[in-house]
């Protein structure tokens, strides 16, 4: 099972949150049970999210 925190990681690394990864982030937060580590590293991606470190695919596709 794909932990919430792997999805930021990858995020992070790449800096792009794509379509697929958000949805599957949003799964993962309804369905799941989850660590503060991955509730820490969720807020993470949002204040990266926030500070224009991480590019989400979602925005980009509501710009265009």
Known sequence: MVLIREVVQKALATG??????????????????????????????QQAAMAGRVQQESRELIRS
């Open 16 to 45: 792009y949150l794509t379509l697929a990864s958000e949805s599957q982030l949003r799964q993962l937060l309804q369905t799941t049970k989850y660590s503060w580590e991955d509730l820490n590293a969720f807020m993470s991606l």
